[in-house]
Structures are given as structure tokens and as C-alpha cells.
């Protein structure tokens, strides 16, 4: 395009430029061609840059020092895979990574199905579209510190709302943060409540670009709601399933705020006393910002990298085969 | 189907009104004294406690709750300017601007999209130790200054946004690469501009792992006094809830006043994605 461009911006240029200028223009000339030629590269040089110093460098970076015995004083000896060694016999560790995939599947699949059936019924002839979807949207707004500490309210032994409620039908209040059961279910409630209605306009939108004649024939063909909601709805949206599928997951992973909040005093990090609730992000900042045990840390992160790698993977064969 | 809808409208206001509620009950919660918080039923009506709760959770310490609100506005303000101008420099050159290379710095960055970076924050925090800016929101801010999802937003958005023709027009007439996007190209990507700026805004002021790692208490960001709220004072809901209040009424501010242009950016992703 630069090419096409340039003898046009030569001819257009003497007409209108005084004599005295004429030697100029060859330079000025030099001068854009280099400009246009590099400028891309400028452009998005930014990016690049400060993503390789501060995104990408960390993370390579970390396998690095997960090979070391590395704390606060500096690397010290060069330990080969030691570190994940004591790792895969770390009972605390697989108990993280089991608390946190126990409440990713709590939280994700509810999330995505509470999120389908929303999306579905925004999708028909509504009055009040906008104060439909604001509404349904309001929870993405909360500050994600302020939902731990409603929740934490909310889930409260003693004080809490749902163990009122509970009473109400003569169930005897539950200790929320004791097990790990009922602490999941708190935290994943959390998340469920945050992500739902972003995850419904994901889906209501790409409802909106099914053609209509799709489920007039199916009506025609004798194809029930619920039926048509199967064969015609979900089949058309699935790549937007699949991209929130992925999403909740790689957050899901890396679950973190909800659960120290909800930790409350001393036991925040450990994610309660017997580490009933503590995830592997958790158990990560742990070992590195508690113990100051930097190489271990470092072990932690890069096995959840892998995990949330291999999970992705996993997701996507899955979600991509079913149909 | 006439018949199906008051089911409908009553089905989604029920829907609204449990993810509105959690909302209500920290504003009511806000306004209220501690011996009432625990009873049953539960007040559910505000109480007059609101003035007296602020100023306990300003005056509360360990928690530094003025500077955590100011610390969070400045750096999500930055950030957000900052992302919003880069993503916009880039997402213009990679979807107008023909230079070798662009469809392989592209793949990679809609690959770093995917990438959890916050695994990463040992060694960063091992970098902002050299820099010296522990403890200092250089170090919230300097990482958050680009990013990835931002760029290819924009990207996205230009390509439609912006006629070919006139970035042509603007060439003959002399100007500059930059001048093109500055003049051209930055008021058309306005739309944009705006959903990546709410976004970055809150994400930037939800931001919790990184900070709690680089900060200390006495110098911090607001989702850090909160949680510090909830470790020291976490008997003591109203406080804990009047904190939550106003972490959140910025973020509320800005959905009242840009909401349609959220739910347009929301929308509009997914169809692309």
C-alpha cells in the first residue's frame, strides 16, 4: 500500500510547495517513507516491551527459580527438581489443589447452567431490556473484597442469614466454615453470584445471531421449547460456551480473594484452621509471602501454570467433541 | 406464549432481586448498629447508623481506609488511561497498518490472553525489590500499564471503525503515522475506548493478590484495607460493611452513569468471540 501510495503524495506535493522548499523534499520524503515503514512497529512496541519485562520474564522466570532452594537472603544452591519432589508428597499441597477444583466444579457448572436458563428467558420479547440486563449485570459492580465480606455475613454460624432461613424449615444451623463441603458451597455461592449475569449476556447475545427461521421450522416440525432449547439453542451458541467454559476456568483456578475473606482472622491464608478451604493460589502466596520460601513457592505456581494449561486443553477436546 | 409471560417477567425479577440483594444488605447493613446485625428477622429496613459507621471506618486503624480508597482511585486511573492508550496505538496498527511480522505478533498476542500471568508474581515481586518500589504503587501500576485483552479489543473495534479511505485521504495530505491515529483514528475508537475503560477501571480496583503481596498495610489499596478490615475487626460487621459500601460505590457511580455501554461491550465480545 505504501508503495501505491507514494508516487501519488510526490505528484500532489510541488504544485502546492513554494520553490525554496523543492530541496527539502526529497529528505522529507526519505523522511515519511521511514515513518511509515517503522511506525507499526512503534506502535506496538509498548506492549511488547512491557509485557516481556513484567508478564512474561516473571513467569518463565519462576520455573527458574523452582529449581533452586531460594528464599529471602537470595538463590542459594541449585537443587534440580527437589522442590517438586517434596512437592508431590506434600499432603497440604494436593489437599489445595483438591479444595480448589472441588469448588471450581461448585462454582463453574451451576454458574454456566443458572447462566443458560437467564440468557434464554432475557431472550424473548421483553419490556424494560435495560433495566433487565443492568439488573441482571448489578453483582459484576460489587468490589470483589465487599462480596467476601457480605458472604461471610450471609454464611455466618451464629449471625448468618441462610442459617436463619434454615431454621425456618427446622434445619439446625450449619458451621459453614468448618467443612469443607459446606465451605465450598459458601465460597462457590460467592463466585455463582458475581459471574452469572456476565455469563448470561455472553450467552444472550449469541442467541440473538440465531436466525428465527430456525425454530419457526422447528415449531412447524412439532419440536417442543425444551426440545428446540437443545437441538437449536445450545448446538448455535457454542462457541460462546466454550469461551466461558474456559474463562470460569482459568479464574476458577486461580481462586483467591473470596476465600481469604471469607478465612476471616488468623487462619485467613490457610484458608481455615484445617486448611478446609485453601486453594492453590492461596497455598502459593502461603509458601512465598508467609514462609518466604521462594523456591517452593515457585514449584506451587508453576505446577498450577500446568494444571490450568492442562485443564484448558482438556476443556476445549471436551467441549469440541460433544457434538 | 401470551400466556407463559407474567411466569416469565415474575421468574426474572426474582432472578433480579436475589442479584440485587446481597447489594441491599450491605447498604442496610452500613446504616445499622452491631447489636442488631445478628437478630432474627433480620433488619432489612437502613438505619440511621451510616455517619457514625463512616467515621469509625475512617478513624479504624490498621486498616488506613482514606489512602486505600485514594491510593486504589490513582492507580486505576493511570492504568486505565494508560491501557486504553496503548491498546488503542496497537489495536490501530494491527488492524490498518500493513508491516511484516503483524499476524505473528498477533498470534502471540491473543496466546498471552490465555496466559495466568499472576503465577508470575514471585520473580515480580523479586523485580520491584531491585527497583526499590516495594511498598509503592509504582509497583501496581508499571505492570498494568499494557494489556492483551485491551489490544486485541481494540483491534477488533478498529477494523470496523475506521474507513480505510480516510486514513488514505490523511496520508497524501503529509500527515504523520501518529498524527493519523491521534486526529483520525482516537475520536472513532471512542466507543471502544469507553468498555475498555470501565473494564480496566474495575479490574484495576479489584486487584487483591498482587497487592497484598507488594504492599504493607500502611500504604495500602482499598481491596487491601478491606481485607485487613476483615482480619482485625471481622466481629465487627457494621464496619466491615461500611468498608464494602464505599469500596464499591465508585465502581456502582460508574455503572449507573456508562451500564448501557458495559452491557454493548459485554454483548459485542462474545459475538466475536
Given at each position: 500500500?505504501?508503495?501505491?501510495?507514494?508516487?501519488?503524495?510526490?505528484?500532489?506535493?510541488?504544485?502546492?510547495?513554494?520553490?525554496?522548499?523543492?530541496?527539502?523534499?526529497?529528505?522529507?520524503?526519505?523522511?515519511?517513507?521511514?515513518?511509515?515503514?517503522?511506525?507499526?512497529?512503534?506502535?506496538?512496541?509498548?506492549?511488547?516491551?512491557?509485557?516481556?519485562?513484567?508478564?512474561?520474564?516473571?513467569?518463565?522466570?519462576?520455573?527458574?527459580?523452582?529449581?533452586h532452594?531460594?528464599?529471602?537472603?537470595?538463590?542459594?544452591?541449585?537443587?534440580g527438581?527437589?522442590?517438586?519432589?517434596?512437592?508431590?508428597?506434600?499432603?497440604?499441597?494436593?489437599?489445595?489443589?483438591?479444595?480448589?477444583?472441588?469448588?471450581?466444579?461448585?462454582?463453574?457448572?451451576?454458574?454456566?447452567?443458572?447462566?443458560?436458563?437467564?440468557?434464554?428467558?432475557?431472550?424473548?420479547?421483553?419490556?424494560?431490556?435495560?433495566?433487565?440486563?443492568?439488573?441482571?449485570?448489578?453483582?459484576i459492580?460489587?468490589?470483589?473484597?465487599?462480596?467476601?465480606?457480605?458472604?461471610?455475613?450471609?454464611?455466618?454460624?451464629?449471625?448468618?442469614?441462610?442459617?436463619?432461613?434454615?431454621?425456618?424449615?427446622?434445619?439446625?444451623?450449619?458451621?459453614?466454615?468448618?467443612?469443607?463441603?459446606?465451605?465450598?458451597?459458601?465460597?462457590?455461592?460467592m463466585?455463582?453470584?458475581?459471574?452469572?449475569?456476565?455469563?448470561?449476556?455472553?450467552?444472550?447475545?449469541?442467541?440473538?445471531?440465531?436466525?428465527?427461521?430456525?425454530?419457526?421450522?422447528a415449531?412447524v416440525?412439532?419440536?417442543?421449547?425444551?426440545?428446540?432449547?437443545?437441538?437449536?439453542?445450545?448446538?448455535?451458541?457454542?462457541?460462546?460456551?466454550?469461551?466461558?467454559?474456559?474463562?470460569?476456568?482459568?479464574?476458577?483456578?486461580?481462586?483467591?480473594?473470596?476465600?481469604?475473606?471469607?478465612?476471616?482472622?488468623?487462619?485467613?491464608?490457610?484458608?481455615?484452621?484445617?486448611?478446609?478451604?485453601?486453594?492453590v493460589?492461596?497455598?502459593?502466596?502461603?509458601?512465598?509471602?508467609?514462609d518466604?520460601?521462594?523456591?517452593?513457592?515457585?514449584?506451587?505456581?508453576?505446577?498450577i501454570?500446568l494444571?490450568?494449561?492442562?485443564?484448558?486443553?482438556?476443556?476445549?477436546?471436551?467441549?469440541?467433541?460433544?457434538? | 406464549?401470551?400466556?407463559?409471560?407474567?411466569?416469565?417477567?415474575?421468574?426474572?425479577?426474582?432472578?433480579?432481586?436475589?442479584?440485587?440483594?446481597?447489594?441491599?444488605?450491605?447498604?442496610?447493613?452500613?446504616?445499622?448498629?452491631?447489636d442488631?446485625?445478628g437478630?432474627?428477622?433480620?433488619?432489612?429496613?437502613?438505619?440511621?447508623?451510616?455517619?457514625?459507621?463512616?467515621?469509625?471506618?475512617?478513624?479504624?486503624?490498621?486498616?488506613?481506609?482514606?489512602?486505600?480508597?485514594?491510593?486504589?482511585?490513582?492507580?486505576?486511573?493511570?492504568?486505565?488511561?494508560?491501557?486504553?492508550?496503548?491498546?488503542?496505538?496497537?489495536?490501530?496498527?494491527?488492524?490498518?497498518?500493513k508491516?511484516?511480522?503483524?499476524?505473528?505478533?498477533?498470534?502471540?498476542?491473543?496466546?498471552?490472553?490465555?496466559?495466568?500471568?499472576?503465577?508470575?508474581?514471585?520473580?515480580?515481586?523479586?523485580?520491584?525489590?531491585?527497583?526499590?518500589?516495594?511498598?509503592?504503587?509504582?509497583?501496581?501500576?508499571?505492570?498494568?500499564?499494557?494489556?492483551?485483552?485491551?489490544?486485541?479489543?481494540?483491534?477488533?473495534?478498529?477494523?470496523?471503525?475506521?474507513?480505510?479511505?480516510?486514513?488514505?485521504?490523511?496520508?497524501?495530505?503529509?500527515?504523520?503515522?501518529?498524527?493519523?491515529?491521534?486526529?483520525?483514528?482516537?475520536?472513532?475508537?471512542?466507543?471502544?475506548?469507553?468498555?475498555?475503560?470501565?473494564?480496566?477501571?474495575?479490574?484495576?480496583?479489584?486487584e487483591?493478590?498482587?497487592?497484598?503481596?507488594?504492599?504493607?498495610?500502611?500504604?495500602?489499596?482499598?481491596?487491601?484495607?478491606?481485607?485487613?478490615?476483615?482480619?482485625?475487626?471481622?466481629?465487627?460487621?457494621?464496619?466491615?460493611?461500611?468498608?464494602?459500601?464505599?469500596?464499591?460505590?465508585?465502581?456502582?457511580?460508574?455503572?449507573?452513569?456508562?451500564?448501557?455501554?458495559?452491557?454493548?461491550?459485554?454483548?459485542?465480545?462474545?459475538?466475536?468471540?
Open positions: 500500500m505504501a508503495t501505491d501510495l507514494r508516487p501519488r503524495t510526490a505528484t500532489s506535493t510541488p504544485p502546492g510547495s513554494a520553490p525554496p522548499e523543492r530541496p527539502r523534499t526529497g529528505l522529507k520524503d526519505r523522511i515519511s517513507r521511514v515513518e511509515v515503514r517503522w511506525s507499526p512497529y512503534l506502535f506496538v512496541a509498548p506492549f511488547f516491551v512491557i509485557f516481556a519485562v513484567f508478564g512474561l520474564f516473571p513467569l518463565v522466570y519462576t520455573a527458574w527459580v523452582s529449581l532452594d531460594w528464599d529471602i537472603t537470595g538463590a542459594g544452591a541449585f537443587v527438581l527437589d522442590n517438586y519432589v517434596t512437592l508431590f508428597a506434600d499432603p497440604d499441597f494436593w489437599n489445595s489443589v483438591h479444595n480448589t477444583l472441588g469448588m471450581l466444579v461448585l462454582a463453574t457448572v451451576p454458574q454456566l447452567l443458572m447462566a443458560l436458563v437467564l440468557a434464554s428467558l432475557l431472550n424473548q420479547k421483553l419490556r424494560g431490556v435495560t433495566f433487565l440486563r443492568m439488573g441482571v449485570l448489578l453483582p459492580v460489587t468490589s470483589v473484597a465487599a462480596v467476601g465480606i457480605v458472604f461471610s455475613q450471609i454464611f455466618d454460624r451464629d449471625a448468618g442469614m441462610v442459617n436463619g432461613l434454615l431454621g425456618l424449615v427446622n434445619v439446625d444451623a450449619v458451621d459453614w466454615r468448618a467443612d469443607k463441603w459446606s465451605s465450598w458451597t459458601a465460597i462457590a455461592t463466585v455463582n453470584w458475581r459471574w452469572t449475569g456476565y455469563n448470561a449476556l455472553i450467552y444472550l447475545a449469541a442467541m440473538q445471531a440465531i436466525p428465527k427461521d430456525l425454530y419457526e421450522a415449531t416440525d412439532g419440536a417442543g421449547r425444551i426440545r428446540q432449547f437443545w437441538s437449536i439453542t445450545v448446538p448455535n451458541i457454542r462457541p460462546a460456551i466454550v469461551f466461558t467454559v474456559i474463562m470460569s476456568t482459568i479464574a476458577g483456578m486461580q481462586l483467591f480473594t473470596e476465600p481469604l475473606i471469607f478465612g476471616q482472622g488468623s487462619f485467613a491464608i490457610s484458608g481455615g484452621s484445617l486448611r478446609q478451604f485453601q486453594t493460589s492461596m497455598y502459593m502466596f502461603e509458601k512465598a509471602f508467609r518466604f520460601d521462594y523456591g517452593y513457592g515457585s514449584a506451587v505456581a508453576w505446577m501454570f494444571l490450568i494449561t492442562v485443564l484448558g486443553v482438556v476443556n476445549f477436546l471436551i467441549t469440541r467433541r460433544s457434538k | 406464549m401470551r400466556k407463559t409471560q407474567p411466569l416469565l417477567y415474575a421468574t426474572l425479577l426474582v432472578g433480579i432481586a436475589l442479584s440485587a440483594f446481597p447489594l441491599y444488605w450491605l447498604f442496610v447493613v452500613a446504616t445499622r448498629s452491631n442488631v446485625v437478630d432474627w428477622p433480620p433488619p432489612l429496613a437502613p438505619g440511621p447508623n451510616l455517619w457514625d459507621n463512616l467515621g469509625r471506618l475512617f478513624g479504624a486503624e490498621d486498616a488506613n481506609f482514606l489512602l486505600g480508597m485514594w491510593n486504589s482511585l490513582l492507580t486505576s486511573a493511570v492504568v486505565t488511561v494508560s491501557v486504553v492508550f496503548f491498546s488503542s496505538l496497537a489495536g490501530f496498527a494491527f488492524a490498518k497498518l508491516f511484516r511480522g503483524r499476524n505473528a505478533l498477533l498470534l502471540v498476542i491473543l496466546a498471552t490472553m490465555m496466559i495466568p500471568v499472576q503465577m508470575g508474581i514471585i520473580p515480580l515481586y523479586m523485580i520491584m525489590v531491585e527497583l526499590g518500589w516495594q511498598n509503592r504503587m509504582e509497583a501496581i501500576v508499571v505492570p498494568a500499564l499494557v494489556s492483551a485483552f485491551g489490544v486485541f479489543l481494540m483491534r477488533q473495534y478498529a477494523e470496523q471503525a475506521v474507513p480505510d479511505e480516510l486514513i488514505e485521504a490523511a496520508r497524501i495530505d503529509g500527515c504523520s503515522t501518529f498524527r493519523i491515529f491521534w486526529t483520525i483514528v482516537l475520536p472513532a475508537l471512542r466507543p471502544g475506548a469507553a468498555v475498555l475503560a470501565l473494564t480496566t477501571f474495575m479490574g484495576t480496583w479489584n487483591f493478590l498482587w497487592p497484598l503481596a507488594v504492599l504493607e498495610a500502611d500504604n495500602p489499596t482499598v481491596q487491601f484495607s478491606l481485607s485487613q478490615l476483615s482480619t482485625t475487626y471481622y466481629t465487627d460487621y457494621t464496619l466491615m460493611f461500611t468498608g464494602a459500601l464505599v469500596a464499591t460505590v465508585p465502581l456502582l457511580l460508574v455503572f449507573i452513569a456508562f451500564g448501557r455501554q458495559i452491557i454493548g461491550g459485554i454483548m459485542e465480545g462474545a459475538v466475536k468471540a
